[in-house]
């Protein structure tokens, strides 16, 4: 039996939870890739001594967690890739993945200040600009990365903003805190090769598809406060939507 799976009929933990925690494990650790192949309910239930009831419990939740998935005569299997559909344009993106038994993860990668006219080939920023905080944050799902975001706010509207970043920022929230009122959103789509960074990043492969969107967010009152890259690996997602202004 894999050395993966770890049962121990003294522990207080369920042993369904045990071998599907060992399993999900081995996934998120890739010690199992995608496309390996599971052993069978009888071959896990046989070894370990453990019911039929207990392996399938454990299976079922893994495949409801997109973790693994059943074909037909030929057995059980890792998938750990996603596809969703417009996800980036869905308000509740926690509790959307939550509802599909996945477990939402976000994690700050880095927290910088550059100057406006440093970042001019990324954005050209208004004059009045003159240093941006550049904050990195990586979305997971189960383990597995959904998207890469780039947020720059202007230190001009969001003075300290390091004491108010954490891993789930909203960016409403902050919005909020510094009395900005939302305004428009102007949005801008393309498709592009991914770098070698970013695909180390999302944990793609190289030289593959990525959606990349800009996010342009502007105040009632119409002046420029903050600008969004965000990056979405092709093999996870795909756009059906025209609920975005293309500009530029």
């Known amino acids: ?6 049962v121990n009929k003294f522990s207080k933990t369920s042993l369904y939870l045990q071998i599907k925690d060992s399993i999900k494990t081995a996934i998120l650790d890739e010690e199992l890739k995608d496309n390996d192949q599971l052993p069978t309910e009888e071959a896990i239930c046989s070894f370990y001594n453990v019911s039929r009831p207990v392996v399938r ?45 996945i477990n939402p993860e976000s994690l700050i990668l880095s927290v910088t200040q550059l100057k406006a006219k440093d970042l001019m080939g990324v954005f050209a920023f208004p004059p009045e600009i003159d240093w941006v905080y550049v904050i990195k944050r990586i979305r997971k799902g189960n383990g597995i990365p959904l998207m890469l975001e780039i947020f720059y706010w202007p230190e001009l509207y969001f003075p300290k903003l390091e004491d108010h970043i954490h891993h789930d920022v ?6 909020e805190y510094y009395h900005i009122p939302v305004g428009q959103m102007k949005t801008e789509l393309n498709s592009e090769v991914i770098s070698d960074v970013l695909a180390q990043i ?9 959606f990349h969107f800009k996010f342009i967010h502007v105040s ?26 293309v500009y530029g």
């Open 170 to 175: 909203v960016t409403s929230k902050v919005w």
């Open 1 to 6: 039996m894999k050395s993966y799976i770890q």
């Open 57 to 101: 419990q454990a299976y079922q939740e893994l495949i409801n967690e997109g973790l693994i998935s059943r074909r037909q005569g030929q057995g059980t299997f890792v998938t750990r890739k996603y596809v969703f559909t417009n996800l980036p344009f869905n308000p509740n993106y926690n509790a959307f993945l939550l509802s599909k038994g």
């Open 202 to 210: 999302l944990s793609v492969e190289p030289n593959s598809a990525v």
């Open 220 to 245: 009632l009152d119409g002046h420029f406060t903050s600008f969004k890259e965000s990056y979405f690996p092709g093999e996870r997602h795909q756009i059906e939507s025209e609920l975005f202004n």
